[in-house]
C-alpha cells in the first residue's frame, strides 16, 4: 500500500512524504495426530506475519525511516475421550498457546503464554465440567481462574427439571483466545488488580419443563455487584418439516434497572 504523511508544525508551513507498507500474513489450523481409535486427538493451531512501514526521505524534517513488526500465534490442544459400557463419556483435554509480537521502537516487543487444563463428563441427562486457566506475559502481567458446570438436560420429550450451575473463581474465560487477541501492553499489572477481579462468581439455571414446548424457569448470575435475577418461560415448537420457533420471555432484576425481554428465533 501507499500514502502519504503530513506533519503540521506548530510555526512553519506543513510538511509531507510518501509511505508505503508491505506486509505479508499467513496462517493455518487443522488435526496434527489422531490415534487409530479416534480417542486420543492433537489439533493446532497458528499465524505469522510481517510488516514493513517506510517514510521516503522527501522532506527534511521527517526525514526517511523504516519500522518493521513481526508477529507469531500458536496453539496446541489436545483431548482424549474415554467411553463406558454405559453410553457416558469422560474428556480430559489440555490447551497451550504462546504469542511473540516484535517491532521497533520502546514498547513493541511483546510475549505470552496461555494454559489450560480441564475434564468434562457426560452421562445421560448429566454433565459434569471443570477448567484451570492461567495466562502470563512480559512486564508481570499474569491471570489465573478455575471454573466448572453442573448441568442436566430435561428428558427426551423435554419434559421435567433441568438446571446448570456454573460456579467460577477468577478470570474465566478463554486464555488462550484472549492472548491471540488481546494487546497485553495495555493490560493492568497483576499488583494492581482490584480485589474484585479474584472474587467468587456463579450462574444458576433451573427450569422444569410441564411439556415439550412450555418450560417455566429462574436464573440468576452472582457476580461481584452485578448480580442478576431473573424468571421467564421458554417456548418451543418444532415443525414436522424441519422448521422450529423460539420465544423467550423473561423478567429481570438488577441493581441498576428492571427489565421485561421477549426474544423470538425462527430455524429452518
Given at each position: 500500500g501507499?500514502?502519504?504523511?503530513?506533519?503540521?508544525?506548530?510555526?512553519?508551513?506543513?510538511?509531507d512524504s510518501d509511505v508505503s507498507m508491505q506486509s505479508l500474513a499467513g496462517g493455518g489450523s487443522g488435526r496434527i495426530m489422531q490415534t487409530a481409535d479416534g480417542a486420543t486427538e492433537l489439533r493446532g493451531k497458528g499465524e505469522a506475519s510481517i510488516a514493513r512501514v517506510e517514510v521516503d526521505d522527501k522532506d527534511v524534517f521527517i526525514g526517511a525511516a523504516g519500522i518493521d513488526v513481526s508477529q507469531v500465534r500458536l496453539a496446541l490442544e489436545a483431548t482424549h475421550t474415554r467411553e463406558y459400557e454405559d453410553g457416558s463419556r469422560l474428556q480430559p483435554s489440555a490447551e497451550i498457546g504462546v504469542r511473540y509480537d516484535s517491532g521497533d521502537g520502546d514498547g513493541n516487543n511483546e510475549a505470552g503464554i496461555a494454559l489450560r487444563a480441564g475434564v468434562k463428563r457426560i452421562g445421560g441427562r448429566l454433565t459434569l465440567e471443570g477448567n484451570v486457566h492461567g495466562l502470563f506475559a512480559r512486564g508481570n502481567y499474569k491471570e489465573w481462574g478455575v471454573d466448572g458446570m453442573v448441568s442436566m438436560n430435561?428428558?427426551?420429550?423435554?419434559?421435567?427439571?433441568?438446571?446448570?450451575?456454573?460456579?467460577?473463581?477468577?478470570?474465566?474465560?478463554?486464555?488462550?483466545?484472549?492472548?491471540?487477541?488481546?494487546?497485553?501492553?495495555?493490560?493492568?499489572?497483576?499488583?494492581?488488580?482490584?480485589?474484585?477481579?479474584?472474587a467468587p462468581r456463579l450462574r444458576a439455571t433451573v427450569g422444569y419443563g410441564l411439556t415439550h414446548k412450555w418450560q417455566p424457569y429462574g436464573e440468576m448470575t452472582l457476580a461481584n455487584d452485578n448480580n442478576r435475577y431473573g424468571l421467564g418461560v421458554r417456548w418451543h415448537v418444532k415443525q414436522a418439516h424441519g422448521v422450529g420457533f423460539h420465544l423467550n420471555l423473561i423478567g429481570e432484576h438488577r441493581a441498576a434497572a428492571n427489565a421485561i425481554l421477549l426474544q423470538g428465533k425462527v430455524e429452518f
Open positions: 501507499v500514502g502519504s504523511l503530513e506533519v503540521m508544525p506548530t510555526s512553519g508551513a506543513k510538511q430435561p428428558g427426551r420429550d423435554g419434559q421435567g427439571l433441568s438446571f446448570m450451575f456454573a460456579p467460577g473463581l477468577g478470570d474465566t474465560t478463554s486464555e488462550v483466545e484472549r492472548l491471540w487477541q488481546q494487546d497485553l501492553r495495555h493490560s493492568v499489572p497483576t499488583s494492581a488488580n482490584d480485589a474484585d477481579d479474584i
